[in-house]
């Protein structure tokens, strides 16, 4: 990692400014005071972020940085702050870098020197989280899982003895396929909560084991409407406890027919816990 050059003695500042994940009135007043003296807002879309400026009153040049140009658009917003201009980077909703576009901008301007402010406000991950009634002194973000189902039970088969509360954001035409397959990968009984909408008019919460979820939510009309975070309850201390114990009468079984290595990579595929985990425990039942 690059150290962080010493700052140019007059420069912009980069404000990353959180903003409102639905309801307009979240938008802290510093951050639109922010939003109102810069000069020139870096946004993911302009013409979203532009009626959430018309409905503030202000009028700022605006310039599009999204996911497919940041590389090429971030030398602007770096001449920009080399010409002591301030600049303002927002997403479509939320605080920027969070699943959202911003971090090839952030760490050059780090970089560089220049000085680079959060604007703290509304996000959706932590919103959800303090109202899902799960554990939250640990917590392992994941942003989106992958849209095909094999590569999302893959990823969510690596997850599956994690402790820690799982949460990762869905689109609606996936929540259904994405729920079943939590169900599945992780059990039908595993406790998930899912939030839709979030400070919307129409905000939902699902909880309850994965299989009663993706029932409530494919007899709901509005099932497969609107962005949601979806949590997963950590694996319990007994779930582990007894996962280990029959992966390693499994193992067990299994080694005295097969090489170490086969004998991990079928246990795993019977037991759910990851191959080279199981594999260290073969070495050790062997020896």
Known sequence: MNSESE??????????????????DDLSPRAAAVLSRVAVIAAEDTRHSGRLLQHLGISKPMMA??????????????????????VA???DAGTPLISDPGFVLVR???????????VPGACALISALSAAGL???????????????????????????????????????????TVGDIAEVM????ELVLARELTKTFETFYAGAAAHVRQTLEADPHGSRGEFVVMVRGASA???????AEADRVLTLLLTELPVKKAAKLASELTGISKNELYQRALSLKD
Request: include cysteine; proline fraction near 6%.
């Open 135 to 177: 554990p939250t002194d640990r917590f392992l973000f994941e942003g989106f899982l992958p849209s095909k189902s094999g590569a999302r039970r893959a990823a969510l088969d690596r997850l599956v003895r994690e402790s820690a509360t799982l949460v990762f954001y869905e689109s609606p035409h996936r929540i259904v396929d």
């Open 7 to 24: 700052p140019p003695e007059q420069a912009g500042t980069l404000y990353i400014v959180a903003t409102p994940i639905g309801n307009l």
């Open 238 to 244: 007994e779930e582990l406890s007894v996962g280990s």
């Open 89 to 91: 980077l927002i997403s």
């Open 108 to 118: 050059e301007a780090r970089a560089r020197g220049y000085r680079v402010t959060p």
């Open 187 to 190: 059990g039908a009984e595993r």
């Open 65 to 86: 940085l999204h996911e497919h140009n940041e590389r090429d658009k971030a030398g602007q917003v770096l001449g920009k702050l080399a010409a002591c201009q301030d």
